[in-house]
């Protein structure tokens, strides 16, 4: 049995909670809004899993002492926004070499740094990995057979995390790519927004697939320019996170894009999806790095403009319908003319 402090109390630190309290570990799980640990304790259920019941032994605190003192991994699951601060908050407290695992998916929009990154930045003494892959709380919290990868620096760290977390349906692939595994974690909540729009639009799923299809090569095209791995791209936390974030309905990229494609402003839909919509933050990230490893990101450049400077989403399509003529295999060779 390990000690986990879970720290996060939305709903994919819950099902996180949920999945390793199964395994038999002891749970703390802390946040910093009272109502939440409140809520938590009184209720023993996250309003945004309706059904799955916290188990009586299982802790909730707003002490941040009492969560990570003594533990051996802790799971970072605030949302992206908050992921600096709450390491702040943290760090005098971390034991040289103690385990943080990330779970959130984002990248800093002021420094264009991975979650994993600013976590290893703020606490230099911990070791730092990253949890990630098609997840969907709802689903994971239910017991639904789910695939992901975690990735370490060292095979040894991703190992014993692999230990704590998979069971028969929890499958748990190990990677050394963090890197890789944080983009396309990061980088497909914001073509997700692009499926969710064209669902708002009336399209069809030819325009879902060819949006889900390209969109990973423009995810991989970045990725791999900054040193992720081809694999990782066309792996779990690539084109199959990618698929369930696109598709799904629990998502709340995709239902953002829905209510965008239907004409409400990103401010609107954000707040009609009463949750955080983490490609609305990385979607500017994402173009800052495409112009610094000079890549082309087509889809994501037209988010930003439907996001952030007014675009009608109807014309965004036209525009990339419309881009210049391309080859899609482009090593390929012709049959001489």
């Known amino acids: 049995m390990a000690k986990v402090a879970v720290l ?3 709903s994919w ?3 996180l ?5 199964k395994n038999g570990h002891e749970i703390t799980v802390w946040s910093a809004l009272e109502k939440e640990i409140e809520m938590l304790s009184s209720e023993h259920e996250h309003k945004m899993l309706p ?3 916290l188990a009586d032994d299982m802790k909730f605190t707003t002490d941040e002492k009492e969560a990570v003192t003594g533990k051996d991994m802790l799971v970072m699951a605030v949302a992206s926004s908050y992921t600096r601060a709450t390491a702040r908050r943290i760090k005098d407290l971390i034991a040289p070499g103690q385990i943080i695992v990330n779970v959130a998916k984002g990248i800093e929009e002021d420094t264009v740094m991975t979650l994993t990154e600013i976590i290893e930045q703020e606490i230099p003494q911990c070791q730092v990995a990253v949890l990630s892959g098609p997840s969907h709380a709802e689903e994971v919290s239910r017991g639904v057979p789910t695939t992901i990868v ?3 620096k060292k095979k040894s760290t991703a190992e014993y995390i692999r230990s704590l977390f998979m069971n028969e349906v929890f499958r748990v692939y ?13 980088l497909k909540n914001v073509v997700a927004l692009a499926a969710g729009i064209a669902d708002g639009l009336g399209y069809g799923d030819n325009t879902k697939a060819a949006l889900i299809t390209r969109g990973i090569t423009e995810i991989g095209r970045l990725g791999i320019a900054m040193g992720g791995l081809y694999e990782t791209f066309s792996g779990l936390t690539g084109i199959g996170d990618l698929i369930v974030t696109c598709a799904s309905m629990h998502s709340r990229n995709r239902r953002a894009g829905i209510l965008i494609g239907q004409g409400m402003s990103m401010e609107e839909a954000m707040a009609e999806v009463k949750m955080v919509v983490e490609g609305v933050y990385s979607a500017k990230a994402a173009m800052q790095l495409a112009e610094k490893y000079n890549v082309q990101l087509p889809i994501i450049e037209q988010v930003n403009k439907v996001l952030f400077e007014g675009k009608p989403a109807s014309e965004a399509v036209k525009d990339l319908m419309l881009r210049d003529k391309k080859i899609e295999v482009s090593d390929a060779p012709w049959e001489e003319e």
């Open 174 to 186: 190990i990677s050394p790519d963090i890197l890789g595994i944080e983009l396309g974690g990061s």
């Open 17 to 21: 909670a949920v999945l390793l309290h």
């Open 51 to 53: 059904g799955v019941k």
């Open 13 to 15: 630190g819950i099902a």
């Open 150 to 152: 975690v990735g370490a």
């Open 8 to 10: 996060g109390g939305g």
